[in-house]
C-alpha cells in the first residue's frame, strides 16, 4: 500500500495536470520538485535552478485549474547511481534530469525507468534510446551522429577538404571515431586513420609522418592530457594543414597547448556561450550572473530541459506523454521539437567552432537536423560551396557597400589571415571601414589599409551589410617560421593524490582526512599547500605540506567540521594550491583532477555485525530489545517497525537521511524475505537504523550488519 505522503504527491499532481472533474479540491499554489542528478557545483544543477528560478518568477506557470506551480530543483550526486535514483523516489521528483554520461544511463537504465517519470538526459550516444521501450527516457541535446554530420559538412562544403586524416589514441573515442567516418562517407570521403598504442606511443614519429603526408585536416581523439602532446609534436614537425579536435576548449588541453598555437583548431558542440542568438545571449548573462561563470553545453540542455518539463505540465496527458509530443518551442539551444524528431529526441541543434586567438570558441556554423541554418537574431555563415579558386579580384569596393567598425580600443591588422602573419599596423575604436572581401568562412574579412590589403578577424568587429555578395579573397602564403631547437624536456617534480579518506565522514563534530601524496616527478619539490572545500557546506581545509624528493610519498590531514544533510558528496583535493612548485605543463595539469568521494552521515549510537541465536536483540544499548529472531521471523519489537530499502543493495551506501522511519510499519518480516535485503528500522526507542542480513538459518542463528544513528 502507498505511504500517505506519496498518496498526497499523486492528488496534487492529478491537480497541477487538469483533472479538475475528480472533485480535487486545488490550493492557491503547489510546489512539484524536479530532481537533478548531478554534483552539487555541477552544470546541470546550475541551469535547472536557473531555468526553475526564472519560471517561478514570470507567474506564469498554472494548470489547467488555476493552480498556481511552483518548481523546486533537488539534486544527489552521481557517483552512487542507488543512492541517487532512492534519493529521486524519496523527493517525489515529477522528472529526473540526468545522467549525464551514456554508461550511467546505460548500466542504470531499468532502475531510472523504475520511478515512472521522465528522465532527461544530456547523454548525446546515438545508440542509448535504443534500450528504452517506455518512453519515458528523453535526451536533451542532439546525438552524436548529428554533431558529426555537422562538421563533415563544414569540412567538406565549406572548407573543401577531402584528405582527412584521424588518430587514435585510447580505445574509448572508438564510438566517436567511427561516428565521424560514417558522416564523412555520406559526402563520399574515406579517412585514414592511425590506431595508436597507448601505453607505448611514438608520438615524434607519428608527427613526423603527419606533416610529410599531403593531409588537409588532422583529426585527434584522445582524452586532453593524451591529445595536447601529440598536437605539439605534430605542429613542432611542421605540419600546416587543419585540426580538428572536439575537446580543444577543455582546460587540460589549453594549459598543455600554447596559446599562440590554438587558433583555428575545429570542434564541435550542441551549444557554445558564443552563439550569436538573442535567447542564447540572454541565457549567458544570466547564467553569469547568478554563478560567476559561463555556462556550457550541459548546463544550457538542462535549462531547456526544466522549461521543456514545465511547459508538459499544462494538459491532460502525463508529463511524459506530453514531451513526446512537444511541437517546436524556443529553447536556449535553438528550437526545440520532439513532434518532428526520433523518439525521445527533443534537440537536433549542433554547432561547429573553431578556437580565436584567445583560445575561445567562435561559432563558424549553426546547425538543425544536419542542415545548416542562418539565425534570425544574427545570422551565422550559410553552407555554400567552396568557389573554384580564381584569379584575386583587384580592391575594388564592395557592391554590397559591406562595413565594418572596430570594437576593441586597438585592433591589429595583419597580413594575412592567421596569427602567424605580421600586423601591419593598428586601428582604434569606433574606426570603420568598407569590406573588400573576406575567406571562405567569412572568418577574416579584407579592407584597404594604407594601400595595401589588411586582415582583420572578424568576431572582433561589428559588420553590416550583406555579406554573401563578398567576393572570395585567397590568402597569401603562411609565412614559413624560423626553426627552432627542440629544448630538452623538463626535468620537473610532479606532485598527486595517490588516496584519500576515510570513505565516510561525521557531520558535526571535528573530522579529519588522510590524503596520500608522491612527487612523481624526477626532481625534489619544496613546500607547498593541500587544500579541498568539503560538502555539504563548502568547508574550507588546507595544510601545508614538506619538502618531498623525486619518489617520496608522505600523508597530510585535512581538518574541519561539516553540517548539512547527509549524503554521497565528490570534492576535488587541490595539490600546490599557491602553484609554489614550477611542475611544468604536464604536472600543473594534473593539480586539480583527484575527486574524494564519501559518504557524509550523522554520528552512529552503534553499529558493527552480530549473530544471535533464538531470541531478542537490543540494537542501540538503551536495554529495552528493538527485535526478536524466532528462528522464522524477524520481529520488530514495542514501537519499532522495519521497511525493505529495495533500492540499497549494500548498508555502505545507506545514510541517515535515507532512512524513512515514517515507512517503518512493519512487524514482521519473514525468512524468506531477509535473503539480500537492505532493512530501514525504527527502533524501541524511536531512533533510526539500518539492518542488512548476511545469514539466516531456520531455527537456528541470524546474522547481519547494522548501524544506529544518533
Known amino acids: ?102 554508461d550511467l544511463l546505460s548500466a542504470y537504465m531499468s532502475q531510472l525507468q523504475a520511478l515512472n517519470v521522465p528522465i532527461m538526459t544530456p547523454a548525446t550516444g546515438d545508440t542509448v534510446l535504443l534500450q528504452d521501450n517506455t518512453q519515458r527516457i528523453f535526451r536533451v541535446r542532439a546525438r552524436q551522429s548529428l554533431s558529426a554530420s555537422a562538421v563533415a559538412d563544414y569540412l567538406v562544403n565549406t572548407l573543401a577538404v577531402d584528405n582527412i586524416r584521424t588518430v587514435q589514441l585510447d580505445a574509448s573515442s572508438t564510438g566517436r571515431l567511427i561516428t565521424f567516418a560514417n558522416a564523412l562517407s555520406a559526402f563520399g570521403v574515406r579517412l585514414s586513420n592511425t590506431l595508436v598504442d597507448e601505453s607505448n606511443p611514438d608520438l615524434a614519429a607519428l608527427a613526423r609522418d603527419i606533416a610529410e603526408s599531403d593531409a588537409d585536416l588532422v583529426a585527434i581523439y584522445a582524452p586532453p592530457l593524451l591529445a595536447a602532446p601529440l598536437y605539439n609534436q605534430i605542429l613542432a614537425a611542421g605540419y600546416k594543414g587543419d585540426f580538428l579536435y572536439d575537446q580543444a576548449d577543455d ?107 584567445y583560445g575561445a570558441e567562435n561559432v563558424v556554423a549553426y546547425y538543425r537536423g544536419g542542415e545548416q541554418i542562418a539565425l534570425i537574431e544574427r545570422p551565422l555563415v550559410q553552407s555554400t560551396p567552396r568557389p573554384t579558386p580564381t584569379a584575386t579580384p583587384a580592391p575594388t569596393s564592395t557592391p554590397s557597400g559591406y562595413t565594418l567598425t572596430i570594437q576593441s580600443a586597438v585592433q591589429n591588422v595583419r597580413s594575412g589571415p592567421g596569427l602567424q602573419f605580421e600586423a601591419i599596423g593598428q586601428l582604434q575604436r569606433g574606426t570603420q571601414a568598407r569590406v573588400l572581401g573576406a575567406t571562405p568562412d567569412y572568418a577574416w574579412l579584407v579592407i584597404d589599409f ?54 565516510r565522514l561525521i557531520l558535526d563534530q571535528p573530522m579529519s582526512v588522510n590524503v596520500t601524496l608522491r612527487n612523481q616527478g624526477l626532481t625534489a619539490a619544496g613546500q607547498f599547500a593541500v587544500a579541498a572545500s568539503f560538502e555539504p557546506g563548502g568547508f574550507y581545509a588546507g595544510v601545508n605540506a614538506p619538502w618531498l624528493e623525486a619518489g617520496e610519498q608522505t600523508t597530510v590531514q585535512l581538518s574541519s567540521t561539516l553540517t548539512g544533510d547527509t549524503g554521497p558528496q565528490s570534492v576535488i583535493i587541490v595539490v600546490d594550491l599557491n602553484q609554489q612548485v614550477a611542475e611544468g605543463p ?102 533510526h537504523a539500518v539492518l542488512k542480513p548476511t545469514n539466516a538459518t531456520r531455527d537456528g542463528a541470524f546474522s547481519f550488519d547494522y548501524r544506529v544513528y544518533r
Open 450 to 503: 594604407r594601400g595595401q590589403w589588411g586582415w582583420l578577424a572578424s568576431y572582433l568587429v561589428a559588420t553590416f551589410g550583406n555579406r554573401n555578395l563578398l567576393p572570395v579573397i585567397q590568402p597569401p602564403a603562411t609565412p614559413t617560421p624560423i626553426p627552432t631547437a627542440t629544448p630538452a624536456p623538463p626535468q620537473d617534480p610532479d606532485l598527486v593524490v595517490l588516496h584519500a579518506g576515510p570513505p
Open 586 to 687: 604536464a604536472g600543473e595539469a594534473n593539480n586539480k583532477v583527484y575527486a574524494y568521494n564519501y559518504i557524509a552521515d550523522r554520528a552512529f549510537l552503534a553499529t558493527g555485525a552480530s549473530t544471535i541465536g533464538v531470541g531478542y536483540v537490543d540494537l542501540d544499548g538503551f536495554g529495552v530489545p528493538d527485535l526478536e529472531w524466532t528462528g522464522a521471523d524477524l520481529v520488530a519489537q514495542g514501537d519499532g517497525g522495519m521497511y525493505l530499502m529495495s533500492y540499497f543493495s549494500s548498508i555502505d551506501t545507506v545514510h541517515y537521511d535515507t532512512i524513512d522511519i515514517s515507512l517503518a510499519n512493519l512487524k514482521t518480516l519473514h525468512i524468506d524475505q531477509l535473503t539480500n535485503a537492505t532493512i530501514g528500522l525504527r527502533t524501541t526507542d524511536g531512533h
Open 1 to 102: 500500500m502507498p505511504s500517505k505522503s506519496a498518496v498526497i504527491f499523486r492528488l496534487l499532481l492529478l491537480a497541477t495536470l487538469g483533472f479538475a472533474h475528480l472533485g480535487l479540491r486545488s490550493a492557491a499554489q503547489v510546489t512539484l520538485r524536479i530532481g537533478v542528478i548531478d554534483f552539487a557545483d555541477g552544470s546541470m544543477l546550475k541551469g535547472a535552478l536557473l531555468a526553475a528560478e526564472h519560471i517561478n518568477a514570470s507567474g506564469q506557470l498554472n494548470a489547467a485549474d488555476g493552480t498556481a506551480i511552483n518548481l523546486a530543483v533537488v539534486n544527489t550526486p552521481p557517483d552512487n547511481m542507488e543512492i541517487a535514483i532512492a534519493n529521486m523516489r524519496q523527493a517525489n521528483a515529477i522528472a529526473v534530469i540526468g545522467p549525464e554520461t551514456d
Open 251 to 357: 582546460p587540460a588541453f589549453a594549459d598543455m597547448a600554447p596559446i599562440k598555437t590554438l587558433p583555428g583548431i575545429i570542434g564541435s558542440s550542441t551549444w557554445s556561450p558564443a552563439l550569436p542568438d538573442s535567447a542564447s545571449e540572454t541565457f549567458v548573462l544570466a547564467f553569469a550572473r547568478a554563478f560567476g561563470q559561463l555556462p556550457d553545453a550541459v548546463a544550457a540542455s538542462s535549462y531547456d530541459a526544466t522549461r521543456a518539463v514545465a511547459a508538459a505540465l499544462i494538459g491532460a496527458g502525463s508529463i511524459s506523454e506530453n514531451l513526446a509530443s512537444l511541437l517546436p518551442f524556443s529553447g536556449v539551444q535553438g528550437e526545440l521539437n520532439s513532434a518532428n524528431l526520433l523518439r525521445g529526441e527533443i534537440s537536433s541543434n549542433t554547432l561547429v567552432t573553431r578556437l580565436n586567438e
